[in-house]
């Protein structure tokens, strides 16, 4: 994954999944600060190399690294990023270490324009949100543990409100509730109910797989509910009404659902809406791809410890499709050159599954115990494999040979790498079927782009600012 298509966030989500490694962080406007404490006994090179190595498996197509080093600086998503060696990491919890979890961040935005709306204040510049001594406070209780990360928010809270009340500026929505009583649990329960219009005896899922949005906006509370709740029963109600009766609220200005991005630091918000009609339920530019607007770039399959491979949309890759590690298995994530930071969002896994099946009989699963545990067991299914690997081969014919490719498999297995060798063929497998299928067919290829993006009939509408 390329390094501006990652946030800070994700990169200190992945390095807090390591075993044995504990780490306090401190983001400044300019830079990162990551200490870590050793757990087990050992020297300080013993301890560099156990980064070096967490680095090198985990961020191998972002992170150059020498053998059994680690750097004292090295840029990251437009960071520095200074790494500390301690035997002891001191907690700092109310210092703003660590990671901001995504409900802080989100109940920030409820209460800032809870502030506009309700309590008529008026933010013409960013700085006065800290200015006014009301609304300081606030805001310093919901980032009670993250204090000194609450600057780094002001600027997108300072666009978000500005960009919505573009659209919405009244006093007369109701107040946007987080905790038991928000939308988001209440849709959360009740989309359990809802059958999916392609298929009515199938559930649509969870609500992150159909509905993008992190808050909502509602004019009328419990009549909106009301309404809501005669639409989502029987059991069998199909999802094209559900969404429908929500584009209807959307269009009267009852209930607005936002998906919210940081805004950078450098950038105004835009709002943007999304399947709340035709036009809105597909983007021209990728309607418009054809094959030869796509690029297929799966080398990392070939490289010894990477991982991460892309197909990538327009002549300027405008959009990315990233097929990367997801703990033991794999995530495909979207990414847009225009947006700050380069978020998309995730193709859920099941509706990818489906697609391929629907454009093809697939056997690709999202599984790494469907694969070789161990290189005994890779040498059993070489053929199949093989048979796999001659897809590749007949969109590049460069990629190294099957045999080639059969050694850094086998490799990996054998030096106690058989995760990253288990992605390598669960993306081979991925690949194999989907070109098999689909090599002339745009559709299958631009579909996984909306389902990441949350665009298309079977998703919430919703308002995008970011």
Same mark, same amino acid.
């Given at each position: 994954?390329?390094?501006?298509? +990652?946030?800070?966030?994700?990169? &200190? ?5 390591? @075993? ?44 150059? &690294? ?5 750097? #004292?600086?090295?840029?990251? $998503? ?7 060696? $301690? ?5 700092? *919890? ?35 949100? +800290? ?18 990360? &609450? ?51 199938? *559930? ?88 030869? !607007? /796509? ?22 890759? !405008? ?22 930071? @380069?978020?998309?969002?995730?193709? *859920? ?42 897809? /590749? ?6 990629? *190294? ?5 059969? !050694? ?25 079927? @989907? &070109? ?6 745009? #559709?299958?290829?631009? !579909? ?19």
């Amino acid at each position: 994954m390329a390094a501006d298509q +990652l946030t800070i966030n994700t990169f &200190l989500e992945s390095l807090g999944e390591v @075993a044995g490694i504990e780490f306090e962080s401190s983001i400044s406007r300019n830079g990162i600060e990551i200490e870590f404490e050793y757990k087990t006994k050992g020297s300080a090179s013993t301890f560099k190399k156990e980064i070096a190595k967490i680095l090198k498996s985990s961020f191998s197509s972002i992170i150059v &690294l020498k053998s059994g080093t680690i750097p #004292e600086r090295l840029k990251f $998503s437009g960071y520095y990023v200074d790494f500390i060696a $301690s035997k002891k990491v001191k907690k700092k *919890p109310k210092t703003g270490s660590g990671i901001i979890p995504t409900a802080i961040q989100e109940k920030g935005t409820t209460f800032i324009l809870n502030q506009v709306l309700k309590k008529n204040k008026n933010f013409k510049k960013k700085e006065d949100i +800290l200015s006014d001594k009301d609304t300081a406070e606030g805001l310093r209780k919901i980032f009670k543990g993250y204090e000194n990360r &609450l600057s780094d928010w002001i600027h997108s809270y300072y666009e978000q409100q500005k960009e919505f009340l573009k659209k919405f500026s009244s006093s007369k929505w109701d107040e946007f509730r987080y905790g038991k009583d928000d939308f988001v649990t209440f849709f959360s329960k009740q989309i359990k109910n809802v059958a999916r219009s392609f298929d009515p005896t199938k *559930p649509v899922g969870n609500y992150t797989t159909w509905n993008p949005s992190d808050i909502w906006a509602v004019y009328d509370m419990n009549s909106v509910k009301k309404d809501i709740e005669k639409n989502i029963t029987p059991k069998t109600q199909n999802l094209v009404e559900l969404n429908n009766l929500l584009i209807t609220l959307f269009n009267e200005k009852r209930l607005i659902g936002l998906s919210l991005k940081k805004i950078a630091e450098n950038k105004t918000a835009k709002l943007k809406f999304v399947n709340v009609d035709a036009s809105t339920m597909k983007f021209a530019e990728i309607e418009n791809y054809n094959m030869n !607007d /796509l690029k297929f770039d799966f080398g990392n399959i070939f490289i010894g410890e990477k991982v991460t491979t892309y197909v990538k949309y327009g002549r300027s890759n !405008d959009y990315t499709l990233n097929i990367t590690k997801a703990g033991n298995n794999l995530s495909f994530n979207t990414a847009i050159r225009s947006t700050p930071a @380069a978020q998309g969002g995730q193709t *859920p896994v099941k509706m990818l599954v489906e697609l391929l099946n629907r454009k093809g009989r697939s056997s690709f699963k999202n599984d790494h115990k469907s694969y070789p545990a161990n290189a005994a067991d890779f040498i059993r299914r070489y053929d199949e494999f093989e048979t796999m690997y001659k897809e /590749l081969k007949k969109v590049d014919t460069t990629i *190294p040979s099957f045999s080639e490719f059969k !050694d850094v498999i086998t490799l990996l297995y054998s030096g106690g790498k058989s995760n990253l060798a288990i992605l390598k063929l669960m993306t081979l497998h991925f690949f194999s079927d @989907a &070109l098999k299928n689909n090599l002339r067919n745009p #559709e299958f290829w631009t !579909d996984l782009l909306y389902y990441g993006m949350k665009v298309g009939p079977r998703f919430a509408p919703h308002a995008k600012i970011s």
